[in-house]
């Protein structure tokens, strides 16, 4: 970094605005396109920054798309610094801020390469014709001008080792740089053991090396290569694929003020919309009115309020209102992938839970060992043939080795199963963040759920307002409930038809309790009976058979709404297929008829908790967890959203969700809940599709030694054989799965 910096021209704030997501005083998050991220170990090396370098506050590599964000210290680090850093990395940033058209460059190269890879590989075949058909021995003319046909082999191979330089070498020293073994070690000590042996032969005539074999090897890794890239960017596209069916909904307000849901993929630059109270700020953007809290812990961890009420002060995409409802207008188009990161970004907390069987651990497991094992297979058989067989024969075996047991199947196994079936879910309303969600998922036994909103059918719920309720009152009321997402606000908000609103001050809102706020120098209060201090004198609890809602106005109780509560189609059918897992109703009702009736379409040993609030619901996932069970939440999103963030797995469950969470693993359409239990049988088969799948790519590479080791398979039939595993992997996957959506779900 003392050097010249070739990066000074981002430190321009018109350049660099267009790659910072974030700034502000000494954070910033910086959004990079790597052009050169081609495998899990460079995700490991970039996410290992935060380690490296204090000022480095977080790193986080999106491997599909090959972007990377960075937070870091913008007083010690320079946005030209940054660039610079992950430049002397082997992790060139690409400055174009169309990574579409970069994709189109890095498709452009591979092709080249293979191109050249191809030239090589088939002129390097043609000059070793005459050797492999014993011109050798029998013709003199050959056998005199052997050298010039070696010595062109020899040039022509060139290329193709500066490719594998590039694309593995490199790779394989900055891995052990920062103390990863990956694949690429024993890639590239098979390509410079056999280059450097075959040009020791050809130097000294001891005979034509095995540059043949060199040149098929790389051009079917390469051709490998490309492969793996288009089954990542089409059929393991799962990421893109769910955000097109994406139901998270904004309210937008049209220029006569009246309000509309639109989805969150029709969102535009220039558009107004209303940020609510819970709310994460979809796309950056500027102030136009109210009063801005924000919590950008989501963006850079830090938990500090961010109090803002100045017009066209801008705001950042992935800020959590804290306060009164905002309007905003959109400046910058909404880039899904900054939503889906922030949906990821605490993925590493929800996997702190070991106890629980992951699949993905496994994986990481067994790559740790597959690389030393390898290499010390390679070196026994090289020892073996060195001592105790022929010795013309240690570089045939050791390359083949080396060329058969190529992991590339093997890291294929787990995404392809798992992506499809997230691919699956999609269609049918269950959007699965990620396949170690799907890991989860398969393995999780206990069953949590809340009751109002989950699954309870709020639209066919009846509302009744008991006590008196002036217009006045009735447009107080509704301009305080209009700055909430509360499900039961939103649906009191509907039931009042209120146009126009009153100013709201101090507008405060406690999740599981209520919300209040100064209107009209009045105070007005909603909520529970607790939260307003009504004492059963006021009220009679016992006669209230369903969930209510009180109202205190200027400190004087007013009435309450009630609420009829209907359950969702199928919930009794739902719950007596999952007798077979442990199910917990965590609700925050009072009412008695509701947990008799809960009880008794439930099966036997599950377990029915009322007057939960948001603490006592976390804290009951604590304490299941502490006792080793794997738990999946389902709730509705805003006063489940810690227990939902503590669960193995948190479902949020919602009609039409207004609002981003990102403390959630999956979304799941209100009308999707009652085929819960094909969605985790299907988990279920899934995990015995990957096993096998680890199998079959495992016995090939145990036949694949067996052969290569006893020096029956020729390094040029392991170049062919290698790729060729891979097809299998992807064809089984994609056969096995088709077959288990059809028969299961279509």
């Not at 970004?345 to 994986?363: P, V």
Request: hydrophobic share 45%; glycine share 4%; with cysteine.
């Amino acid at each position: 970094m003392k050097k010249q910096n070739f990066f000074d021209f981002l430190d321009n704030e018109k350049i660099s605005e267009k790659i910072i997501d974030f700034h502000h005083k000494n954070i910033t998050t910086v959004r990079f396109f790597i052009p050169s991220i081609h495998c899990v170990s460079c995700v490991l090396i970039l996410e290992s920054l935060p380690k490296l370098y204090k000022n480095i506050l977080n790193s986080i590599v999106d491997f599909s798309s090959k972007k990377i964000w960075i937070t870091y210290n913008s007083i010690e680090f320079k946005l030209s610094d940054i660039a610079q850093l992950l430049d002397s990395m082997g992790y060139k940033p690409s400055i174009n801020f169309e990574s579409i058209e970069n994709r189109k460059l890095l498709g452009r190269k591979l092709i080249g390469k293979l191109a050249i890879s191809f030239f090589c590989f088939g002129n390097i075949m043609l000059l070793a014709i005459p050797e492999y058909v014993g011109a050798l021995k029998e013709d003199i003319w050959f056998m005199t001008h052997r050298n010039f046909f070696r010595y062109l082999m020899m040039i022509l191979s060139l290329p193709v080792v500066v490719f594998s330089f590039t694309d593995h070498i490199k790779y394989a020293v900055l891995g052990l740089k920062k103390h990863v073994l990956n694949m690429n070690v024993p890639i590239s000590i098979g390509i410079l053991v056999l280059f450097l042996w075959s040009c020791y032969e050809v130097f000294f005539d001891l005979g034509s090396g095995y540059f043949d074999s060199l040149s098929s090897f790389s051009l079917f890794l390469l051709i490998s290569k490309i492969f793996q890239i288009h089954t990542h960017n089409k059929i393991l596209s799962f990421d893109k694929n769910y955000k097109s069916f994406y139901p998270a909904l904004i309210t937008k307000i049209h220029s006569n003020k009246k309000e509309e849901k639109i989805m969150l993929s029709f969102l535009k630059k220039g558009d107004l919309i209303l940020i609510r109270n819970e709310e994460i700020v979809p796309a950056d953007s500027i102030l136009m009115k109210g009063n801005a809290i924000l919590d950008n812990s989501f963006i850079t961890g830090e938990s500090d309020l961010i109090s803002s009420t100045k017009m066209g002060e801008r705001i950042y995409a992935g800020s959590k209102q804290k306060g009164e409802a905002i309007l905003i207008k959109v400046i910058k188009n909404m880039d899904h992938s900054y939503l889906s990161l922030l949906w990821n970004k605490n993925k590493s907390n929800r996997l702190r839970h070991k106890k629980l069987f992951d699949l993905n651990l496994i994986s990481t497991r067994f790559s740790q060992y597959f690389t030393p094992i390898i290499l010390i297979i390679t070196i026994v058989t090289g020892i073996y043939w060195s001592f105790i067989h022929d010795v013309s024969k240690i570089f045939h075996t050791v390359f083949s080795v080396l060329i058969i047991t190529c992991p590339c199947a093997l890291v294929l196994s787990t995404p392809l199963i798992f992506g499809n079936m997230i691919r699956v879910f999609s269609k049918k309303g269950f959007y699965v963040k990620d396949i170690f969600t799907m890991e989860r998922i398969s393995s999780s036994k206990t069953l949590i759920f809340d009751k109002t909103g989950t699954i309870t059918d709020p639209n066919k719920e009846k509302i009744y307002f008991v006590g008196n309720m002036k217009n006045e009152e009735k447009k107080m009321i509704a301009s305080l409930l209009k700055n909430s997402i509360h499900p039961l606000s939103q649906k009191i908000l509907s039931e009042l038809s209120i146009k126009d609103f009153y100013c709201i001050k101090n507008f405060r809102e406690i999740i599981g309790k209520g919300l209040e706020g100064i209107i009209r120098n009045v105070p007005v209060k909603i909520g529970s009976s607790k939260y307003l201090g009504i004492t059963n004198k006021i009220i009679n609890k016992n006669k209230i058979n369903q969930t209510t809602v009180f109202i205190s106005i200027n400190h004087k109780f007013v009435g309450y709404f009630l609420f009829r509560n209907y359950y969702r189609e199928g919930i009794e059918k739902m719950f007596q297929d999952l007798k077979e897992y442990k199910i917990v109703i965590l609700s925050g009702d009072h009412n008695d008829l509701e947990k008799k009736y809960l009880k008794s379409i439930l099966p036997k040993s599950s377990q029915v908790f009322f007057s939960q609030n948001p603490e006592d619901k976390l804290n009951y996932v604590k304490k299941l967890q502490e006792k080793g069970e794997t738990i999946i939440m389902f709730g509705d999103g805003i006063n489940d959203c810690a227990a939902l963030n503590q669960s193995e797995v948190g479902i949020s469950v919602s009609e039409n969700p207004t609002s981003f969470f990102p403390s959630c693993d999956a979304f799941m359409q209100s009308n999707c809940i009652n085929q819960i239990f094909l969605f985790l049988k299907i988990s279920k088969v899934s995990t015995k599709l990957v096993f096998i799948n680890l199998m079959i790519s495992l016995l090939y590479n145990s036949i694949g030694i067996f052969f290569a080791v006893t020096g029956n398979l020729t390094p040029f039939i392991a170049a062919i054989l290698m790729p060729l595993s891979s097809f299998s992997v992807i064809f089984f996957s994609m056969i096995s799965t088709w077959i288990v959506s059809r028969k299961l779900i279509f």
